[in-house]
């Protein structure tokens, strides 16, 4: 009997890590949790697919979405034209990050992006980034990190959709959304094939979409905590993992 198509495969970007004095890679439980919730089959990325000629590639030829998760990390400002260090770097996620975006541009894969994964997302496409938005005209967008995780991620403040947005129509709404904020960089230019999906009151952009792509969504916060209880959170993930499912029979097609 042959095996049922029914859940696609989502590959999930990890984060590198010290865990007593080993190297490691890790993700979150909540986005791989996220994704099995909304009915997709979650794979972890690991950067040394990078480092051998046709391995990312034979990888992502089995996958039919892209998640590029949030993280502790920064992504080092030369990327975007900056010059100074980053004191939280991950060199090696900047390096399979761009070339997974590049890869699922070029063959139309549906993408998901969240908080550092925006970030990815837009500095592959010719952004760049506000490295510290502790300063006005914005206000604050970080964590406080002496809270407990549930008040961390605490609704923080609302959003504004652009009208007829990829966002807009998936939320089947355009009425202004609550979203958490743990971030300290932003988004300062989102680069030319990048259309700004939401705003928050200081005019910080917190979501983009890549034109000309079926499904390629960023958002800054985090709809992967507790999506069930998260206003627009399940139909995030509800609708990148559909636009997966689409992704996968077109590839039957072929």
């Not at 990890?14 to 997709?40: F, R, W």
């Not at 992502?60 to 979405?65: C, E, K, N, S, T």
């Not at 259309?195 to 960023?218: K, N, Q, Y």
Request: aromatic share 6%.
């Amino acid at each position: 009997m042959g095996i049922i198509f029914d859940k696609p495969l989502i590959g999930v970007v990890m984060c590198q890590k010290e865990l007593g004095g080993h190297p490691t890679q890790t993700v979150h439980n909540k986005y791989i949790d996220a994704v099995v919730q909304a009915g997709g089959v979650p794979l972890a990325l690991p950067h040394s697919l990078t480092n051998v000629p046709h391995l990312l590639e034979n990888a992502m030829a089995v996958l039919d979405g892209l998640l590029l998760t949030g993280s502790p990390s920064n992504i080092e400002p030369w990327h975007y034209g900056e010059a100074g260090e980053e004191l939280h770097a991950d060199p090696g996620r900047d390096r399979l990050a761009f070339q997974l975006i590049t890869w699922a541009t070029s063959h139309k894969m549906p993408m998901f992006g969240i908080c550092r994964g925006l970030q990815e997302l837009v500095v592959a496409n010719g952004g760049a980034l506000w490295r510290e938005l502790s300063e006005p005209p914005f206000q604050r967008h970080h964590e406080d990190e002496s809270l407990t995780l549930a008040q961390q991620y605490a609704s923080a403040h609302q959003v504004t959709l652009e009208p007829d947005g990829m966002l807009a129509t998936l939320l089947d709404s355009s009425s202004p959304l609550t979203v958490n904020s743990l971030h300290h960089q932003g988004v300062r230019e989102p680069g030319p094939q990048l259309r700004v999906e939401a705003r928050a009151p200081d005019g910080l952009i917190e979501a983009v979409s890549l034109r000309h792509h079926p499904f390629a969504l960023a958002v800054q916060w985090h709809p992967e905590w507790q999506p069930e209880r998260t206003a627009g959170s399940q139909a995030l993930f509800s609708g990148f993992i559909q636009a997966a499912r689409r992704y996968h029979r077109g590839k039957e097609d072929e």
